[in-house]
């Protein structure tokens, strides 16, 4: 049966059979059925006629086909067996599959360019560090099946659901980018929809979101005064994020180019708001700053050990030191009380200085300014309560 060969008459055909490429007559498109289409290059050895699989259309193209068909030709005419040659080529991929740590820290490398900060890379690392690498970090990337992915993620899924399902899902990605790349086949453990939605229930419906855990108010000028007993950069770093009520992505990647006239300018890169963020810095804000210049002199960011920012994880350690059942991001709370208890500056000023996002559009319109200056002395008066100047405590502020 004459046809015209191409994609589209391809595609459309129906007919059971096999039908031969006119320009590479060993080049055959064999129908087993009408969603059944493959690419089959036959060719003989000795006297015996063989057929070998190029793979199935349309995924392979006619262009990739005819490529295929033409790499076995020349095999063929090298004394070379291409069916034997395709077998040991499959041998040597398997030998030499990637494990999953492998893969995985050469796949978000890859991937860093489309996100919009370097703190997202690093949550990345975190918590495949933290939840995956030990259970399948060695393993080929071939070999991670459902079993894994429930040895992962039941000790999670109940307690930590929002970690659980961002965990779950950068898995997903992985192995699916493996697959992409012919390192693995069949079905993906990490898919949701028709396949971990049926053992698990829905993250979002397990429980309602937990704040993060605080320390009150009242204890924190003891706590940043123990900060002196620790050495190194972290605690200073630890104490800078509390006086300015930062986030931790904020700090450990605050570069030195980024105070002038002690204002820390913070690009909307580095905001959960995405917006750029001015804080004012008081006057401890800008001694940690030449202590830890002093400490790594030659750095481009502010908190720094050999060049190199703070990894997320630095100050999360010295409270587990501590034995504090508190998070870094709490202390965020923490300002967040006290402007509440003890002092008389507005719920506006206290979001601005926390670079919250205001939810109603109408009210964000008229919010353009940053006050700047009353949040000035907002940082100033925090810091004199967390520091105990004037053996102040209960502060009222007009």
């Keep these: 049966m004459a046809i015209n060969w191409n994609h589209k008459t391809l595609i459309n055909l129906k007919e059971i059979g096999r039908f031969t490429d006119p320009a590479f007559k060993a080049l055959h498109l064999y129908i087993k059925l009408p969603t059944q289409k493959y690419w089959i290059f036959r060719y003989k050895i000795g006297d015996k006629q063989r057929d070998l699989s190029l793979g199935s259309f349309p995924r392979i193209t006619i262009t990739e086909a ?21 077998n040991k080529s499959k041998l040597s991929l398997k030998d030499n599959k990637p494990t999953f740590k492998e ?70 990605l992985i192995l699916a980018s493996a697959t992409a790349r012919n390192l693995r086949s069949g079905l993906n453990p990490a898919t949701w929809r028709g396949h ?32 002196k007993n620790f050495d190194g950069i972290a605690p200073i770093a630890l104490e800078f994020l509390i006086l300015n009520a930062s986030r931790t992505g904020e700090v450990v990647f605050a570069k030195r180019e980024e105070i002038k006239d002690n204002i820390w300018t913070i690009p909307k890169e580095r905001m959960k708001a995405f917006k750029e963020h001015r804080v004012p810095l008081s006057k401890r804000s800008l001694e940690l700053i030449e202590i830890a210049r002093f400490l790594d002199n030659d750095s481009d960011y502010i908190f720094s050990r050999k060049g190199k920012h703070l990894s997320n994880m630095a100050m999360s350690k010295i409270l ?33 200085v926390l670079a919250h996002t205001i939810g109603n559009k109408v009210e964000a319109a008229y919010r353009r300014g940053d006050l ?19 053996n102040i405590f209960n502060i009222k502020v007009a």
């Excluded at 990337?141 to 899902?169: C, F, M, V």
């Design 196 to 227: 971990l939605s049926a053992i698990y229930g829905a993250p979002n419906k397990i429980k309602p979101v937990e704040h993060h855990p605080a320390l009150s108010y009242q204890e924190l000028p003891l706590f940043i005064n123990k900060l």
């Design 372 to 390: 700047l200056d009353k949040r000035k002395l907002v940082m100033e008066s925090w810091e004199n309560f967390c520091l105990l100047r004037n």
């Design 103 to 172: 893969f995985s820290i050469e796949y978000i490398n890859n991937s860093r360019h489309q996100w919009r900060n370097e703190k997202h890379c690093e949550q990345w690392f975190n918590t495949l560090e933290q939840y995956a690498y030990e259970k399948i970090g060695h393993k080929p990337i071939d070999e991670i099946n459902t079993n894994h992915l429930l040895e992962i993620l039941n000790p999670i899924w109940n307690t930590k659901p929002s970690t659980a399902s961002r965990l779950r899902g950068r898995i997903e």
């Design 66 to 86: 005819r490529n295929k068909a033409q790499k076995a030709r020349f095999q063929l005419d090298n004394g070379l067996d291409p069916a034997e040659e395709k």
């Design 320 to 352: 587990k030191k501590l034995d504090l059942n508190v998070t870094v991001h709490g202390f965020r709370s923490t300002f967040r009380d006290w402007i509440a208890e003890e002092t008389e500056f507005s719920n506006e000023v206290a979001e601005k």
